[in-house]
C-alpha cells in the first residue's frame, strides 16, 4: 500500500487521482502505523511551512518522518519540509536534507507558476526514460537551495534545486501529478522504486 501522507497541506487528492491512474493502491492517512508499514510514503503539499510543521510536530509526524525507512517522495513543499530551515515564517524543518529553503527575491514573476524546463544532473533513478530536458508544472515562492543533494536544477531569477535524494529519500519541487506525462513517468520511477 502507498501511503498520501495527510496534514493540513493541500494537494493529497490528486496525488492520489495520479497513484491510482498508474494502477497502485493508495490511501490518505496520518496514521503512524499505517505510515511505517506502506511500502511507499508520498509527503505532498501546498502550504505554509510554518503552519504545516506546527500541525507536524503537534500529531508527533515529524518523528515519523525521519524515522521513516521506505522510499519517501517529498513534493513542493513536502520537498522543502525535508529541509533544515525555511525563510518562509522562520521555520525550522525535519532536516533529512542539510539546505534550506530561502524565498525568491521580490519580483513581479513571483510566484513561480506554470511550466520550466528542469535539467537532470546524471542518470537517477527518478528519472529514468526521462530525458535530459523535460518541462514539468512549478507553483511556489519559496525555493530549495544547489546542493550535494540535488539531482535535478530548474532556473527561474536564480538555479534552484527541482528535485533531491538522499538515501531512501527523494523530492521535487514541482509537481509530477500535474505534469502530464513527464510527470506520470516521474511518479511512476518512484512508484517502482
Known amino acids: 500500500?502507498?501511503?498520501?501522507?495527510?496534514?493540513?497541506?493541500?494537494?493529497s487528492a490528486s496525488v492520489k487521482n495520479a497513484v491510482e491512474?498508474?494502477?497502485?493502491?493508495?490511501?490518505?492517512?496520518?496514521?503512524?502505523d499505517a505510515?511505517?508499514?506502506?511500502?511507499?510514503?508520498?509527503?505532498p503539499g501546498v502550504g505554509s511551512a510554518n503552519t504545516a510543521m506546527s500541525?507536524?510536530?503537534?500529531?508527533?509526524?515529524?518523528?515519523?518522518?525521519?524515522?521513516?525507512?521506505?522510499?519517501?517522495l517529498g513534493i513542493c513543499l513536502g520537498q522543502q519540509l525535508l529541509c533544515t530551515y525555511s525563510d518562509e515564517g522562520d521555520t525550522d524543518c525535519l532536516g533529512v536534507f542539510n539546505t534550506q529553503v530561502k524565498k525568491f527575491p521580490p519580483n513581479d514573476r513571483v510566484p513561480h507558476m506554470?511550466?520550466?524546463?528542469?535539467?537532470?544532473?546524471?542518470?537517477?533513478?527518478?528519472?529514468e526514460n526521462v530525458s535530459a530536458l523535460e518541462d514539468v508544472y512549478f507553483v511556489h515562492s519559496y525555493y530549495c537551495e544547489l546542493s550535494n543533494y540535488t539531482i535535478a536544477s530548474c532556473e527561474y531569477i536564480t538555479t534552484f534545486s527541482a528535485a533531491m535524494q538522499k538515501d531512501n529519500f527523494y523530492a521535487t519541487q514541482f509537481h509530477p501529478e500535474k505534469s502530464a506525462s513527464v510527470g506520470e513517468k516521474i511518479l511512476n520511477n518512484f512508484l517502482q522504486l
Open 1 to 11: 500500500m502507498i501511503a498520501i501522507l495527510k496534514y493540513n497541506a493541500g494537494n
Open 55 to 72: 500541525f507536524l510536530k503537534g500529531k508527533g509526524l515529524d518523528q515519523v518522518i525521519v524515522a521513516l525507512k521506505q522510499p519517501v
Open 35 to 43: 505510515l511505517k508499514n506502506a511500502s511507499k510514503v508520498i509527503f
Open 114 to 127: 506554470g511550466w520550466n524546463t528542469v535539467t537532470i544532473k546524471d542518470s537517477h533513478p527518478l528519472f
Open 21 to 32: 491512474r498508474l494502477g497502485f493502491s493508495c490511501s490518505i492517512t496520518n496514521d503512524h
